[in-house]
Nanobody
Framework: VQLQASGGGLVQAGDSLRLSCAAS????????MAWFRQAPGKERESVAL???????TNYADSVKGRFTISKYGPDTMYLQMNSLKPEDTAVYFC???????????????WGQGTLVTVSS
C-alpha cells in the first residue's frame, strides 16, 4: 500500500487549503485513515481520523471547527483546512491503520508528507 499526500503550499493566515491523499489501491472499509502533522522541532501529532467504511470522524481540539476530513471514492482522502493559523505550519502526512487511535504508532502505512506554511 502506498499513500501519496499533496496539496501543501504557502498561504496567509485566514486562508484555506485542501490536502489530498491518494492510495495505490482500494482502502478497505475497516481501515482508519488519518492526517498527522509535524512542525519543526516538535513531535508528530494527529490532526483528524476517519473510519473509512462508516465515515466516522474525529479531530484534534486544535483544529475542530476549522479542518474537515473526508473521503472521495474508494481511494482518496481529503483534509479541508480553513481559517489557517501560523501554528498550523507543519509537514502534513496521511496514514492508514486499523485502530481508532490518535497515536502515530497505530498506523502502518504513511505518505511522504506535504509542507503547509502559514504566514502571519
Amino acid at each position: 500500500v502506498q499513500l501519496q499526500a499533496s496539496g501543501g503550499g504557502l498561504v496567509q493566515a485566514g486562508d484555506s487549503l485542501r490536502l489530498s491523499c491518494a492510495a495505490s489501491g482500494r482502502i478497505f472499509s475497516s481501515a482508519v485513515m488519518a492526517w498527522f502533522r509535524q512542525a519543526p522541532g516538535k513531535e508528530r501529532e494527529s490532526v483528524a481520523l476517519i473510519r473509512w467504511g462508516v465515515g466516522r470522524t474525529n479531530y484534534a481540539d486544535s483544529v475542530k471547527g476549522r479542518f474537515t476530513i473526508s473521503k472521495y471514492g474508494p481511494d482518496t482522502m481529503y483534509l479541508q483546512m480553513n481559517s489557517l493559523k501560523p501554528e498550523d505550519t507543519a509537514v502534513y502526512f496521511c496514514a492508514r491503520g486499523t485502530q481508532w487511535a490518535f497515536e502515530a504508532n497505530a498506523y502502518n502505512y504513511w505518505g511522504q508528507g506535504t509542507l503547509v506554511t502559514v504566514s502571519s
